[in-house]
């Protein structure tokens, strides 16, 4: 279904080619093989296969994206193959919108020492967080927006201000994807952006999706620019890349990003 997933995970070595991703070329180094096993295990189609039977090397997923978060891998096909994230919080681990069901994301998230919360981005990338949310007892959190999309939701935030969520984790309403899209930002530092925001590997630069933008780009365009006021160093991203630069460098490109949305 061409969700970009594998690409996002393997750049250069999985590549766009008649409508769907397809190897460039057959892994050729230990990196390229390791993205090449990110790319099986997180294909929501299962399109991704070896020619024998052979086990993961260790280490696949969770992969560390910077300190202290990791992308879980086992992307959700009833997502659109979105990814999704988890917060290793002294307070209580948080997971970033849900992978599909699976034993391999049960197990990390036990060894993470269980899950507090799941923080939903927008109504897309929901996935099997309910059934995460009832084996952990974990709260869910997600937009009034966009809430019937998750019914099982603890909770709702209400309005389109910053909300502090802890005391090191924020929620920023970015209505534009959808009504209720929000992002996260974790320590001044790790802004998890669902589809609001991602990086694109072809460009080497931010990028935002209005051939996938549900209820205004206008308001999109918005959103973003309010986010200029925010410092941060990683774009976590549901669709798209994930990329870590410095402030400054992620102020200025999200400056010429909203510009190009004009």
Not at 147 to 165: K, M, Y
Request: proline letters at 5%; hydrophobic letters at 40%.
């Amino acid at each position: 279904m061409d969700c970009s997933a594998a690409r996002t995970v393997a750049p250069g070595l999985i590549v766009s080619g008649g409508g769907q991703s397809v190897f460039a070329r057959q892994p050729g180094t230990p990196d390229e093989l390791m993205m090449a096993w990110r790319a099986r295990l997180l294909c929501p189609t299962a399109s991704v296969t070896t020619e024998s039977r052979v086990t993961p090397p260790a280490g696949v997923f969770p992969e560390e994206m910077a300190q202290g978060v990791y992308r879980l891998g086992y992307n959700a096909k009833s997502s659109y193959g979105a990814h999704s994230f988890l917060i290793r919080r002294p307070d209580g681990a948080a997971m970033v919108d849900a992978p599909r069901w699976t034993k391999q994301v049960v197990s990390a998230l036990e060894e993470a020492g269980g899950l507090s919360d799941i923080l939903l981005t927008h109504e897309d990338d929901v996935a099997d967080a309910d059934r995460y949310a009832k084996h952990f007892g974990a709260r869910v959190w997600i937009h009034e927006a966009d809430r019937s999309a998750a019914p099982f939701a603890t909770r709702i935030f209400e309005g389109f201000d910053p909300i502090q969520v802890y005391h090191d984790l924020l929620a920023i309403p970015v209505p534009g994807h959808t009504k209720g899209s929000v992002v996260y930002l974790w320590n001044d530092r790790c802004l998890f952006t669902g589809d609001s925001l991602s990086w694109s590997f072809a460009a080497n630069d931010l990028n935002a999706f209005r051939d996938f933008c549900w209820y205004s780009w206008a308001e999109q365009r918005r959103s973003l620019a309010r986010l200029l006021n925010t410092n941060f160093e990683w774009v976590l991203a549901g669709h798209g890349g994930s990329h870590g630069a410095p402030a400054e460098e992620m102020r200025s490109r999200l400056q010429a990003l909203v510009e190009r949305m004009k």
